[in-house]
Nanobody
Framework: QLVESGGGTVQAGDSLRVSCRAS????????LAWFRQVSGQEREFVAA????????LYADSVKGRFTISRDNVRSTADLQMNSLKPEDTAVYYC?????????????????WGHGTQVTVSS
């Protein structure tokens, strides 16, 4: 099970951190990704992190502003978002694959949380 938290409403230029708490599986052996979705649009990849946390991947639109991290002891993952823009407004979801380990670019994100709303006002 994945549960996101930390969303809210902020102004452009502000920072916000959203978190994902996992339960039910050995979190430390699964890759994890953050996606976001605006109503009526397709879900968009934001960032991903390897199961050990040593490798990360970002969408061009957030590179240099967002940082993904994980704590395998606490079974949590964070997405630190800085210099937020109105176009970052979306529901943010965390996701994990159905199988452990794997290469970061494997994709195949299968398990999803219910999302947390992030709204950035101009």
């Amino acid at each position: 099970q994945l549960v996101e938290s930390g969303g809210g409403t902020v102004q452009a230029g502000d920072s916000l951190r959203v978190s994902c708490r996992a339960s039910g599986r050995n979190f430390s052996i699964y890759r994890l990704a953050w996606f976001r979705q605006v109503s009526g649009q397709e879900r968009e990849f934001v960032a991903a992190i390897s199961w050990k946390g040593g490798a990360t991947l970002y969408a061009d639109s957030v590179k240099g502003r967002f940082t993904i991290s994980r704590d395998n002891v606490r079974s949590t993952a964070d997405l630190q978002m800085n210099s937020l823009k109105p176009e970052d407004t979306a529901v943010y979801y965390c996701a994990t694959p159905p199988y452990p380990y794997g290469i970061l670019r494997d994709g195949n994100w299968h398990f999803w949380g219910h999302g947390t709303q992030v709204t950035v006002s101009s």
